[in-house]
């Protein structure tokens, strides 16, 4: 069965250096989609990303993140200068669509923690 | 405000036993419903879509009511492999979910 996959599992950084978090969705997928969950707390929405641009993002979403998609099957979420609250994990999402039925489902990765020191 | 509301729980539950967990959304806009679970430290897994109908899958039934805006999910049957999070996820016309906290539930042997 397909799966979204996510690399690394766990990356600890030093507070105001960038990462670059990596995943690899569902193959016929069209929609992706970045989530982060702070330990003990909630699944929160960061950005969804279709067609090659941004679709939609959160207020957490700020100019310290960026999306891509460099290539065919990757996509990825960088943070350009690391904060002690940056730690979490995050997952990467794909579906293949946002309309009604299947289609609307989202599947996740097994996520990266992160850590920021 | 929040978007999604749980009980929190925790729930411990006998094997064998009937469990429910409720959910309520905010938004009348939200146009799809989703029960997930998520075990420790792991990736929410989709357990199953919620449709307006009420829809069944093996021991899992999942009901919902736009008009008092409350999702539900019902265990049968529970088993010791049922024990994680299981949580309520709402999307709105846009692309985002939106997860609430979370019920924990403990199935005993």
């Known amino acids: 069965e397909p799966e979204v996959t996510q690399t690394p599992s766990h990356q600890v950084t030093q507070m105001g250096q960038e990462v670059i978090l990596r995943c690899v969705p569902i193959?016929?997928?069209?929609?992706f989609y970045w989530y982060r969950q702070i330990l003990g707390q909630k699944v929160e929405f960061l950005v969804s990303?279709?067609?090659?641009?941004?679709?939609?993002k959160s207020e957490i979403f700020d100019d310290q993140f960026s999306v891509e998609r460099p290539d065919g099957s990757n996509f990825t979420l960088k943070i350009r200068s690391t904060k002690l609250e940056d730690s979490a994990m995050y997952f990467c999402a794909s579906s293949g669509g946002t309309s009604g039925g299947r289609y609307n489902e989202q599947f996740f990765g097994p996520g990266t923690r992160l850590t920021v020191l | 405000r929040k978007e999604v509301e749980q009980d929190p729980g925790p729930f411990n539950v006998p094997e064998g036993a009937t469990v429910a967990f409720n959910c309520t959304y905010s938004?009348?806009?939200?146009?799809?419903f989703f029960w997930y679970r998520q075990d420790c430290r792991k990736e929410p897994k989709l357990l199953m879509s919620?449709?307006?109908s009420g829809n069944e899958d093996g021991r899992f039934t999942a009901q919902l009511n736009r008009a008092s805006q409350y999702i539900s999910l019902l265990i049968r049957d529970s088993k010791l492999s049922d024990s994680a999070t299981y949580l309520c996820?709402?999307?709105?016309?846009?692309?985002?979910?939106?997860f609430g906290t979370g019920t924990r539930l403990t199935v005993i042997p």
């Open positions: 919620v449709y307006s």
């Open positions: 938004n009348s806009a939200s146009q799809s």
């Open positions: 990303f279709y067609n090659n641009e941004i679709s939609e």
């Open positions: 996820v709402v999307k709105l016309r846009a692309n985002n979910l939106f």
């Open positions: 193959s016929n997928h069209l929609y």
